[in-house]
């Protein structure tokens, strides 16, 4: 039998197997990158919305141009991938067993690096088999690589970032969301991923679960009921839905089956069958590393960062890099995972309920509970100010590692200072202009533009639009406020788009002025 | 129509070649190299097979070849996952029962 042999062998080209393989090949070593797929990249192309972090995370950039980005960089590494390669073993010696089509290979590596990522949780419910039930994951495949709808009617199960971020990809792909439902008491997600949502007009059912699918050889509908003590349904809550599709977004758990099968110490924590991994992420077997989310769900961020630090721990390993320059260049890229985190949603406060903002500003109840902030909530956060020329209204109201914001306004408006998480406040001298970069630039689509007295009595409020067909100067329409309802009748009189914005569009609509604090979005009256 | 024409962030889908395949001995269109689960779902095929024991439909679930929930007879072979083997001019698709092409075995 022959086997073939490598410095580095990486399981999964996703987005720390490939971040780990071009650090490794930077420092002088041939890695190669098995995956099962037929496209590199992991799930980051399906990804198609704006990432929160700072510069340094490639915030505001869409997940599947960071993909295009990293596939560039790890060709001019010469990072070698094998796609169509299923690594069914992982044995002593560090030998690895691959099956590519037919034909099972054994590949032995000095170094080996298990970045297999995450699978998708179930639930299951009466009728959870049938046709049309499917995973989050299987709703952003379709729509987002294969350009098909997966339904025309959805209902979302799981209000964590996964089930808002693909409900909100589903109606830019044409769909209808009725609804989002969530057997927690509160939204798990970032509030900015459930507020966009919400002001589409898609209720939140929290505290909510499904009770059975309906239909026969696919779905035709779905009963969801209130859950109460002792997560059982409180009779006479239930509620039906047509729908002919029901996506599940109910967690997601680390893969270590091979870790676990080539005897990896593993730890059994609330996030999953995880390896035990040290600061470099080697695992208890020598010369055996592991990266991204099968050491623990985080996010694709997070992953990359990871994976470059394996990759330089893998290139000390073989000898290629010295200590100085190993903890030199770790510490660089400690310094950028550390700053993602932190926060509210940091792993370290993951179940836990946060009552006040870093800033001791006590946090939106409502959008805990219904996905959108109330009127009366709002002016406590120091993004939202008022005055009388054209200024940011930032909603940003919950503490996350993100700060693009703070740069895309060359003229000092917006501050988040050192401490990404902080929220952003909006300068009380600043020179506003209406640029509209703040508005494109936040991830979180939290920034709008607002003026008063435009015109007698009536203001504008600038908005990002994400959706087709975008509408045009003169339409009419409503104005519709966070909780989706209608707020008043309004007419565009801005439509801007530049590549700067990159798919964001900016709408501007003319609303009465005592309407510029309650209209967020806006809907064509046909 | 199940087709995503334009799309907001990702713009116009690409021009792809239209191949002719078959489905339960139907003539059916889609595009070459596409997922086979995906030329059927934009068909409005919801069902791709029926399980052994209990007879119940199963279609699309994960997308990425993992559930093996979407496996159909395909140019003959059964337990073939739909959703990442890439449709070609002339492919033979069958719904799949149990692991036949038959409806009693």
Known sequence: ?526 | MKRIKNHPILGETPERKVVHFTFDGKDMTGYEGEPIAAALKAAGVMVHRYTAKRHEPRGIFCAIGRCTDCVMIVNGKPNIRTCITPLEEGTDVKTQYGVSAERNQ
Not at chain 1, 69 to 87: D, F, I, N, Q, R
Not at chain 1, 224 to 245: A, M, N, R, S, Y
Not at chain 1, 471 to 489: E, F, S
């Open chain 1, 1 to 526: 039998m022959r086997i073939e042999r490598y410095d580095m062998i990486v399981i999964g080209a996703g987005p720390a197997g490939l971040s780990a393989a071009i650090e490794a090949a930077k420092c002088g070593i041939k890695p190669i990158v098995f995956d099962e797929n037929a496209r590199p990249g992991g799930q980051l192309f399906k990804q198609i919305h704006k990432f929160f972090g700072s510069k340094e995370h490639k915030a505001k950039m869409r997940g599947f141009n960071i993909g295009k980005e990293l596939l560039e960089e790890a060709e001019k590494a010469g990072v070698k991938v094998v796609l169509g390669a299923t690594v069914t073993g992982l044995f002593d010696g560090k030998e690895v067993t691959v099956r590519i089509g037919d034909t099972i290979k054994h590949v032995q590596g000095d170094s080996i690096l298990v970045a297999t990522g995450a699978s998708e949780n179930m639930v299951n419910f009466d009728g959870w088999t049938l046709p049309g039930v499917i995973g989050a994951g299987a709703a952003q495949t379709m729509m987002n690589l294969h350009h098909v709808k997966p339904g025309d009617r959805i209902l979302m199960l799981g209000t964590g970032n996964v089930g808002l971020v693909v409900s909100y990809q589903l109606m830019q792909a044409g769909c209808e969301v009725v609804a989002l439902v969530d057997a927690a008491p509160r939204v798990g997600g970032y509030g900015v991923h459930a507020s966009k949502v919400a002001r589409c007009g898609v209720p939140f059912y929290l505290s909510h679960t499904i009770l059975r699918a309906e239909g026969d050889d696919h779905v035709t509908g779905v009963v969801i009921g209130e859950v109460g003590p002792g997560w059982k349904v409180i009779p006479g809550t239930e509620k039906h839905f047509d729908v002919d599709t029901i996506c599940l977004a109910v967690g997601l758990s680390p893969m270590a089956q091979l870790l676990s099968m080539a005897g990896c110490q593993m730890n059994d924590t609330k996030g999953g069958y995880v390896p035990v991994i040290d600061e470099d992420g080697m695992t208890s077997i020598d010369g055996v590393f592991s990266a991204g989310d099968v050491t623990g769900i985080e996010e694709a961020s997070s992953a990359m960062i990871e994976g470059r630090i394996s990759g330089l721990a893998v290139a000390h390993y073989l000898g290629y890099i010295d200590d100085a320059e190993k903890q030199q260049r770790i510490e660089e890229q400690e310094k950028a995972l550390d700053a993602l985190r932190q926060g509210m949603f940091a792993p370290q406060n993951r179940g836990k309920k946060i009552e006040k903002t870093e800033e001791g500003i006590p946090v939106s109840e409502n959008l805990l509970d219904k996905g959108y902030i109330a009127d009366d909530e709002i002016a406590r956060y120091p993004g939202v100010t008022h005055k009388k020329g054209i200024h940011p209204v930032i909603e940003c109201t919950q503490n996350i590692p993100c700060n693009p914001c703070q740069d895309a306004c060359k003229f000092g408006c917006i501050s988040i200072g050192d401490n990404i998480t902080s929220l952003p406040v909006v300068t009380e001298d600043s020179q506003c202009t209406g640029c509209g970069m703040c508005v494109a630039s936040c991830s979180g689509q939290a920034i709008f533009l607002v003026e008063e007295d435009v015109e007698p009595g009536y203001g504008e409020v600038t908005m990002p639009y994400e959706f087709l067909p975008l509408p045009k100067k003169g339409d009419c329409g409503v104005a519709l406020g966070r909780d989706g309802k209608v707020v008043c009748d309004a007419e565009v009189t801005k439509i801007r788009s530049a590549k700067a914005f990159d798919h964001t569009n900016l709408l501007t609509i003319k609303v009465p002025n005592d309407m510029l604090m309650k209209a967020r979005f806006f809907k064509s009256q046909e």
